[in-house]
């Protein structure tokens, strides 16, 4: 039987760090970016089709999704809630279950530590995945440790 492949998404409506795990093994990571120039509802478009090419390329039983962090920013709260919101849409499109995970168990299942600073959960990913030297943004790490954090919890069928 092959390996379940699940899909991880940090979302947001600037930048989604998104992640592809065939079993407990990574397969692609990617950050993708909205126009700045555009509004946004286009932006949220944008991200809906990418989210839904991913899906239909990759064929995930799963979406790990992260839950939204609740700064002192409301009004870019509410974005990155909408942003999630076609994020969900794309998803029950496709027909793939959702999970949900915060922030802080994230952290605790990469770093021991529910409040591990951002570099520590990085450092982590790094040492936890062969990643090769390529930059990546926060976001793509963000979901790589989304990522990790899912594939420890399926079980096997």
Do not use: W
């Amino acid at each position: 039987m092959p390996d379940k492949t699940t899909i991880a998404i940090d979302p947001g409506y600037d930048r989604i760090g998104i992640s592809v795990f065939e079993g407990k093994t990574l397969v692609h990571s990617e950050c993708f970016e909205t126009d700045k120039k555009k509004e946004f509802a286009e932006r949220l478009v944008a991200v809906h089709k990418h989210v839904a090419a991913a899906l239909k390329k990759y064929k995930p039983e799963s979406l790990a999704l992260e839950t939204l962090f609740f700064s002192t920013n409301v009004k870019t709260a509410i974005k990155v809630s909408e942003a999630r919101g076609v994020i969900l849409l794309a998803a029950a499109q496709a027909g793939v279950s959702v999970c949900e995970y915060s922030p802080q168990a994230v952290k605790i299942a990469v770093t021991g530590s529910g409040n591990a600073p951002k570099e520590a959960v990085i450092r982590m990913v790094q040492k936890l995945v062969p990643l090769g030297a390529q930059k990546r943004l926060d976001d793509e790490y963000d979901a790589i440790a989304l990522g990790l954090a899912h594939t420890a919890t399926i079980r096997p069928s």
